[in-house]
């Protein structure tokens, strides 16, 4: 027996919905947390880090793999392609009652040729009969060589365990990048605008596709009241978007607004009061400048 101690970097990718924040949740025991903001290292999408026994993970959430045309879309499709080139095991998400989904099947081919170790993780299948799963196994395992192929249910935890110990075997010897106490170390700020974005997307029912930004403008804490104070600002494109935003009589954004705070108080373990609004910023996605100014 080996007992050197193991590490490695893991991106999550598949299509949006697929359950890859679930899992990532699941696999962090919901327990995210998030440490003061300090310089980012090259790795800088690094969403959370899972401590095993004798080995540490450290997980890159990405943001899904869209074909698109604008400036916005691209640099995020790039930084998705980024992480991919700096992981160690690439973790591709499938939701098992999508089986002929065209962005999976993309997804697959664009990473045919890569030379790290990629895991098919089957997901959902706490919504399927067992007899549904065999084929697609044997589907997939020819399409591709997997180093395994892991159904579970993120939602559940079942098959997360093994999962883990899929992802285990392809560690190598590596340093204990990060402390045990550390879970996260993107800035505060990043996770704020990436949960109210990934509420704005389902809520609006994707009306709104990843063109509305959102800049945190302010973080107040109030340790006594054991209360975290944000506020925060969706940019849109149009008039018609920030209509959409806002909702009749305000509905939309209230409805936003609270999913994103039941979100930030698991993350932050603490109690969450959110205000956020809506500004017009013409074109902005097709804008390079705007968009480094808001930090994509
Ligand atoms: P992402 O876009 O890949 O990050 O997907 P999410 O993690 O946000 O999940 C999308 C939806 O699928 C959410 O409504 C989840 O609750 C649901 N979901 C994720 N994993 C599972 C699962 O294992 N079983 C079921 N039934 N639903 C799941
Ligand atoms: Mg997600």
Known sequence: MNDEFKSGFAAIIGPPNAGKSTLLNKILGEKLA?????PQTTRNRILGVYHGDKYQIAFLDTPGIHRTKTVLHKSMVTSAMEAVSEVDILLIVMDITHTHDEDFDNILRQYKNINIPVILVINKID????????PVIDHYSKEFT????VPISALTG??????????EKELEPGPEYYPREMITDQPEDFVIAEIIREKIYYKTKREIPYSAAVTV???????????????ARIH????????????????????????ARIDLEKVFGIHVFLELQAKVEKNWTRNTKSLRKLGY
Do not use: H
């Not at 008039?239 to 609270?258: A, V």
């Open 146 to 149: 997997f180093k395994a192929i």
């Open 34 to 38: 998030i440490v003061s903001p300090k």
């Open 217 to 231: 403008l302010d973080i107040k804490e109030n340790p006594q009241k054991n209360l975290l104070s944000i506020s």
């Open 236 to 259: 849109v494109e149009s008039e018609s978007q920030k209509g959409i935003i806002i909702g009749k009589g305000g509905k939309m954004i209230r409805e936003i607004g609270k999913a």
């Open 158 to 167: 079942n098959g997360v365990d093994g999962l883990l110990s899929e992802i």
């Open 127 to 134: 919504k399927i009969t067992p007899e549904k799963l065999l």
